[in-house]
């Protein structure tokens, strides 16, 4: 079993920056492929970036650029560096995990998942 916390959500105004934290427990995160989904009101929940045990990344064609995920395995944490951020950023915020390396985009293929955090862009 992992459990993950996720933190550092928060209102924030156009253009300006979040760095989000998940930190896991239970297990060694090491073994575990991260991933950051986002669900804005009334919408389905979305893939948004991934990272595999080897560092390897994936993102979303809305954040890309943007948006920089990574871990530090020495403190079971993986991040969300959110940049340049927009209106439409604003969602809940949660962290999953897979057991494996593989990323995957499918909020269906994570095993874990944390309460989420609000982040809120204004114009």
């Known amino acids: 079993q992992v459990q993950l916390v996720e933190s550092g959500g928060g209102l924030v105004q156009s253009g300006g920056s979040l760095r989000l934290s998940c930190a896991a427990s239970?297990?060694?995160?090491?073994?575990?492929?991260m991933a950051w989904f986002r669900q804005a009101p009334g919408k389905e929940r979305e893939f948004a970036a991934a990272i595999n045990r080897g560092g390897g990344t994936r993102y979303s064609d809305s954040v890309k650029g943007r948006f920089t995920i990574s871990r530090d395995n020495a403190k079971n944490t993986a991040y969300l560096q959110m940049n340049t951020l927009k209106p439409d950023d604003t969602a809940v915020y949660y962290c999953?995990?897979?057991?494996?390396?593989?990323?995957?985009?499918?909020?269906?293929?994570?095993?874990?998942w944390g309460q989420g955090t609000q982040v809120t862009v204004s114009s």
């Open positions: 999953a995990a897979r057991g494996g390396s593989v990323i995957r985009s499918a909020a269906g293929a994570y095993d874990y």
């Open positions: 239970g297990r060694p995160n090491s073994e575990y492929a």
